[in-house]
C-alpha cells in the first residue's frame, strides 16, 4: 500500500494542513479528511476541480455540475495539484498538493495530521471577506459565535482527535463488531484484548468511550483464531 503526503492550505488566507493518506481513499474519504483536520463542520456541498473533472456529490448536484461521483473515484496520482470547494455560497477554496508518495508505515494508522497552522474560519461567517472583517475584530464576533474566536487555536493532537470521528474515513473494529466477527461473547473480546495488549497497543484507540482496533492493523487478528 501507498500513502500520499499531501498539504491543504486554504486559500488567500494564511492556514493549512499536512496530513497522511492512504493512496487508494477516495475523493470522498479525502473530503471528510479535510472537514476533521481544517474543523469545518460538513454543513454545506462541496466539489473537488482535478484537472476537467469536477467530483463531488452526484445525489445533491443541483445543477448538474458533477461529472465524477466522489465516493467511486480514486485519488489519482497523474493530478498533482487540484482544488476543493466548500461550500458554494461562502466559497472556501482549498489548494491541494501532492508533496510526496510513501511506503505505507505499519505501526501507524491512517489518515493522520502530521502538521497545520492556525485556525479555521467559523462555518458562514461570509467568506475570505468575512473571515478578514472577524480578524480585525474578533470580539465583534463573540456574541454571535458563542465563543471569542482566537485565529491561532489549532494543534495537531486536536486535528487528530477529529480524525477518529466514526463519520471519517478512519477505519476501526469496536468490540461488538470484533463479537460478531468470531461470534465469541463480548467479555471474551475484552480479556483478549486485555491479554495482548502488549502486542496490539500501537493499534487501539477510543472514541466515545469505546475500545477501537484499527482495521489497518487487522493482520494481527489472526492470533485471536489461535
Known sequence: MRIFKLK??????KIYREVLIEANSTYEDLHMVIQK?????????????VGEYKIGDMHNDAIGDVTVEAALAAISPDFKDFQYVYDFGDNWEHKIKIVDDLEVDSI?????CIGGKRA?????????????KLLRNPKAYEEWLGYLYDPNDFSIDWANKRLKDRDCCRKGYS???LA??????M?????????SK????EYLWEYEGMTMLDRPGAGILYLFKN
Open 108 to 112: 501507524m494508522a491512517y489518515p493522520v
Open 8 to 13: 491543504i492550505s486554504l486559500e488567500k488566507t
Open 180 to 185: 460478531e466477527i468470531f461470534g465469541q461473547p
Open 120 to 132: 479555521c474560519p467559523p462555518e458562514d461567517c461570509g467568506g475570505v471577506d468575512g473571515y478578514r
Open 198 to 201: 502488549a502486542m496490539i497497543e
Open 175 to 177: 468490540i461488538k463488531d
Open 187 to 195: 467479555s471474551t473480546i475484552e480479556k483478549w484484548i486485555e491479554d
Open 37 to 49: 483536520v481544517f474543523g469545518w463542520q460538513n454543513t454545506h456541498l462541496f466539489e473537488f476541480n
